[in-house]
């Protein structure tokens, strides 16, 4: 995973930099070293003019640029030249004794202290370079250019000697290489593992925020591959869901039951019901005006009447009729679906307030109804666009009025009908009994006269009897 990690010039330079100054101050020793020593083998062939102006301007180009540029590892492939220059400024003032030919190694390993392959590559140009020139220059009898003490060197010895040098300076590099591919290493680590602590801090943050329940708290990842930092924005965002989902919940719970308690309150007074349960859904939805049309009449003769209106914490007196089918009201009775606009039509509706008079932002019209019957249409207006809950909310606080007002209908009905039945049975009794005091005259008057025939029979016998 570190291997991804892309290191930037600063961290990097940051990186070596202990490396660098650690290995600065060895090579100020190994400098003061290779200076003095070639003072010390200007002893044996007088060459104190080679000693002191080739190591003098040697040192001068290294300390020049490293002061002059301290901000680039220039001085350090300086350097790489100035070991290359010494070791050949040794075998000059030895007079091409082989043994000098080891400091151009003891230099490359001096350079491995930096960690950087590349800088092995100008100690081996000018070796290269060095040996190849001085070695033709010397076996053409140039009698002041020194690289062996040998009077001939053939083909084969030295190609032996270079490539022994070629695989010491490889070796060299190599470990260079190696050495600074695990800087490099450690450095990634080390961003890494400061990410990582970087990352746990900012989670832990914003995770205590979470557990206080503040769910809107903005959360940036601080690196693109931090798994937790992501699980913990996914779970905000559940949680946040959830809440959501609970408040949308809660609220149409909550709201259907202070209808129930509107509608418990008002069983026997329809005007009431209407006016209570209007003024309640717009004061609890928090809409700007809401207005409940009832279907009045019958057959041709039906219209919707607007039987309440609130708005703005006032009860609205508006008289109204619309017919059905004609308008939004109509057509929502009729199609027996909900209606919202968001763009509402000029001079549809205003909405008063102590302000004045303005357009509604939107326009909500949901069919009062039951499964098998509509009885109305509920129309709201609001500055606000509505969300997906609170028309949840309407539709069903719609159809809890619906079947209150066609209980209470019913209800009305019933009792128009038991006081009819009422008022019939009593009729009914009152004629049954004029009836019987009828049948009771009639007995009477039956009797009487069955009383006086017999009289007047009885006369009539006597009258008989006394003319015989």
Same mark, same amino acid.
């Given at each position: 995973m570190t291997t991804s990690i892309n290191l930037s010039r600063e961290i990097r330079k940051a990186a070596f930099q202990s490396i660098n100054e650690k290995s600065d101050r060895i090579m100020n020793f190994a400098l003061a070293a290779y200076f003095l020593f070639g003072i010390f083998l200007s002893f044996f062939y007088h060459t104190y003019a080679i000693a002191i102006g080739v190591g003098g301007l040697c040192l001068l180009a290294y300390f020049v640029t490293r002061w002059l540029l301290p901000q680039y590892t220039l001085y350090q492939y300086v350097?790489?030249?100035?070991?290359?220059?010494?070791?050949?400024?040794?075998?000059?003032?030895?007079?091409?004794?082989?043994?000098?030919?080891?400091?151009?190694?003891?230099?490359?390993?001096?350079?491995?202290?930096?960690?950087?392959?590349?800088?092995?590559?100008?100690?081996?140009?000018?070796?290269?370079?060095?040996? #190849?020139?001085?070695?033709?220059?010397?076996?053409?009898?140039?009698?002041?250019i020194y690289f062996t003490q040998l009077d001939y060197m053939d083909l084969q010895a030295f190609l032996f000697h270079a490539l022994l040098a070629a695989v010491i300076m490889g070796i060299c590099a190599y470990w260079s290489y190696d050495l600074g591919r695990t800087t490099t290493s450690d450095a990634r680590k080390t961003v890494l593992l400061e990410k990582q602590v970087a990352n746990m801090v900012n989670n832990v943050a914003f995770a205590e925020e979470i557990s206080k329940g503040n769910l809107d708290?903005?959360?940036?990842?601080?690196?693109?591959?931090?798994?937790?930092?992501?699980?913990?924005?996914?779970?905000?965002?559940?949680?946040?869901?959830?809440?959501?989902?609970?408040?949308?919940?809660?609220?149409?719970?909550?709201?259907?039951?202070?209808?129930?308690?509107?509608?418990?309150?008002?069983?026997?007074?329809?005007?009431?019901?209407?006016?209570?349960?209007?003024?309640?859904?717009?004061? !609890?939805?928090?809409?700007?005006?809401?207005?409940?049309?009832?279907?009045?009449?019958?057959?041709?003769? #039906?219209?919707?009447m607007l039987t309440a209106c609130y708005a703005y914490d006032r009860k609205? !007196?508006?008289?109204?009729?619309?017919?059905?089918?004609?308008?939004?009201?109509?057509?929502?009775?009729?199609?027996?679906?909900?209606?919202?606009?968001?763009?509402?039509?000029?001079?549809?509706?205003?909405?008063?307030?102590?302000?004045?008079?303005?357009?509604?932002?939107?326009?909500?019209?949901?069919?009062?109804?039951?499964?098998?019957?509509?009885?109305?249409?509920?129309?709201?207006?609001?500055?606000?666009?509505?969300?997906?809950y609170e028309m949840q909310f309407i539709e069903k606080a719609a159809e809890n009025i619906a079947s209150a007002i066609v209980s209470s209908r019913t209800t009305q009905r019933i009792k128009a009908l038991l006081e009819e039945a009422q008022q019939q049975a009593e009729e009914m009794r009152a004629q049954e009994e004029e009836m019987r005091q009828n049948m009771e005259e009639l007995q009477a008057t039956q009797e009487e006269m069955m009383r006086k025939t017999r009289e007047y029979e009885s006369k009539f016998t006597g009258v008989n009897a006394s003319l015989n």
């Open positions: 350097l790489s030249a100035v070991f290359a220059i010494f070791s050949a400024q040794f075998i000059y003032q030895m007079h091409g004794i082989f043994e000098m030919h080891f400091f151009f190694f003891v230099g490359s390993a001096l350079l491995i202290t930096y960690r950087n392959w590349t800088l092995i590559i100008p100690l081996l140009l000018i070796t290269v370079v060095h040996h #190849a020139l001085f070695a033709w220059l010397q076996y053409q009898g140039m009698k002041e708290m903005s959360y940036t990842l601080l690196d693109e591959q931090d798994e937790l930092g992501k699980s913990l924005l996914r779970m905000r965002d559940n949680l946040k869901l959830s809440h959501e989902r609970e408040h949308q919940d809660k609220f149409i719970t909550v709201g259907i039951t202070r209808i129930g308690d509107v509608i418990r309150q008002h069983t026997h007074n329809p005007v009431a019901l209407a006016d209570d349960f209007v003024r309640s859904l717009v004061k !609890y939805t928090g809409i700007n005006q809401g207005g409940l049309f009832l279907i009045d009449g019958e057959g041709e003769d #039906a219209a919707l609205k !007196y508006m008289d109204k009729r619309v017919a059905i089918g004609e308008g939004l009201v109509g057509q929502c009775f009729q199609e027996r679906t909900p209606v919202y606009m968001t763009v509402v039509p000029k001079d549809y509706v205003k909405i008063t307030s102590g302000l004045g008079d303005a357009a509604p932002r939107c326009i909500y019209l949901v069919p009062v109804k039951t499964r098998d019957e509509i009885v109305g249409v509920i129309e709201v207006a609001s500055f606000n666009e509505l969300r997906e």
